[in-house]
């Protein structure tokens, strides 16, 4: 791997963990609950879940120098484009930050997903074509649905109106669930196909 790409990664994730903390630092001050039960809270958002798993992710790189597998790093930059898609066309407008709060928001939805496309074009290794691995990149949206439907359903909260139970009903957010994976799907299997014709890389 060229040195520079371990340097942006462990930049990238050194940065995601930083901005997670804030984001950490912010909900503790403005909410008054207890450090665990932000963490709960905040564990309840795709989001933050996604930009954890990416920085973890690029410290990895960082630390070890190696690539990891296409698969892994196509699954991680495909969830980063979904988060930073879905916000921006679904909830950005439900939502006027300020300070702190707006930088970290901008972070996580847009600067991280950008950059990850961009690492992932620039560094990623071309595979051997497997045209059913995009399914398995399924498994992460889809397991965070049921996750956040179960908590959801114990504790009357959703981290997101298309999820809500209460508000709209388990016809309404089962069709959007579904939309959601399908498109999920769609975009998996085009970076997939972008994949099969990448460089070989060291």
Not at 68 to 96: C, D, E, K, R
Not at 99 to 114: C, E, K, R, S, V
Not at 123 to 133: I, L, M, V, Y
């Amino acid at each position: 791997m060229n040195p520079k790409y371990r340097i942006t990664a462990g930049l990238i994730g050194g940065l995601g963990v930083v901005v997670l903390a804030t984001q950490i630092m912010l909900n503790l001050a403005q909410h008054g609950v207890g450090l665990g039960l932000t963490l709960w809270g905040l564990a309840g958002f795709f989001t933050i879940l996604t930009n954890a798993l990416m920085a973890a992710t690029m410290l990895t790189i960082a630390i070890t120098g190696q690539r990891l597998s296409f698969g892994w790093m196509t699954m991680v930059t495909l969830s980063m484009i979904v988060v930073g898609v879905v916000y921006h066309a679904l909830l950005a407008h439900l939502y006027n930050f300020s300070g702190l709060n707006w930088w970290t928001d901008q972070a996580f939805h847009t600067i991280f997903p950008a950059l990850m496309l961009w690492f992932w074009l620039m560094e990623t290794t071309r595979h051997d074509p497997r045209g059913g691995q995009p399914l398995w990149w399924l498994i992460w949206p889809a397991g965070y649905a049921v996750y956040a439907l179960g908590r959801g359903a114990v504790s009357g909260w959703y981290p997101y109106p298309f999820l809500d139970m209460g508000q709209i009903g388990a016809g309404a957010v089962a069709v959007n669930v579904a939309a959601m994976v399908l498109g999920f799907g769609v975009l998996g299997y085009a970076l997939n196909f972008i994949g099969q014709r990448m460089p070989l890389r060291d």
